[in-house]
């Protein structure tokens, strides 16, 4: 294995975490609009659901394939934005967890109430002061060990970037929790990208001149462990560093689920490793060493930190 030169990290569950849970936080919203909801039973459907409409609508319904533009935010897909995927699911989760409506009510329930829960698990409300400090968000929170590890790993020369099976409220989630700087261009390669890229591969790779190391599904079109999304960050990394000879194995990804994660990096070309938070026994068994995983043992952590560790 060459020296890795790259470390890319998966979002949620691997750089930070909901704040509390996701049935407290819906549930401290839509109480505002009168929406009473068993926040247990909400927890134990989210998973469910979601992972039912990501298969059925992959990317948040930008998926590059067999897509039919059901949610799409305007008519053409122009503008990208998850909302209406999202508001599927969240009023799926209201039918199947709320204790006070009928299904008429349901049906009725204002658009702005779905809007404010998407925009909340998004923007920062600082102007709300229930934020107390400048890289604290209502809804989600970093890891304790993450930044001191990000800024090692910086130190040390390592280029960061992101990709996750995220909307586009990724990139603000980030701003508003102060890990957007690991993950920005520097001047020079923007310069970069500006001089040797076409207009065309710009605006493919660095959407609306956002100029970050930070890859989603919704962006991309594809999701992990499509090796789309993968490639997709590769590119982004050929067209702006200065190594433009950086190999596919000189790339570490690190993320939570063995499927989605360390298997479909693995097969693209990446270096997998996963960070087992819970300490759980992870299991392989639906997965063949070689094809789907490294014929060596599979790096596994349990806290960024140890990325640190020499091997």
Known sequence: MNKIKAITFDATGTLFKVR??????????????????????????????????????????YAKLNNDGKFYYDKDGNEICGFKWWQHLMKSLVE????????NQIENIPNEAYKELYDCFGTNRNSS?????????????????????LDKLKENGIHLSVISNFDERLHTILKSLDLIKYFKLTDDQINRVEQLSTLEKQHYLFPNKRYDFITTSIESGYQKPSPQIFDFSYQKLLASLDDPSLKKDEIMYVGDSVGKDCVGSFQYGFVPCLINRSNETPSFDKYEKGKDLPLSDLKIINNLSQLLKKP
Do not use: C, M, Q, R
């Open 96 to 103: 199947t967890s709320s204790t006070n409506l009928s299904k």
């Open 129 to 149: 002061k229930l934020i107390t400090k400048a890289n604290e968000h209502e809804f989600w929170e970093v890891y304790d060990e993450v930044i001191p590890t």
């Open 20 to 61: 509390g849970s996701v049935g407290s936080n819906y549930e401290k919203i839509f109480t505002k609009y009168g929406i009473k909801l068993n926040s247990e039973k909400l927890n134990k459907n989210f998973l469910k659901i979601f992972s039912n409409l990501s298969k059925e609508y992959p990317s948040y319904g």
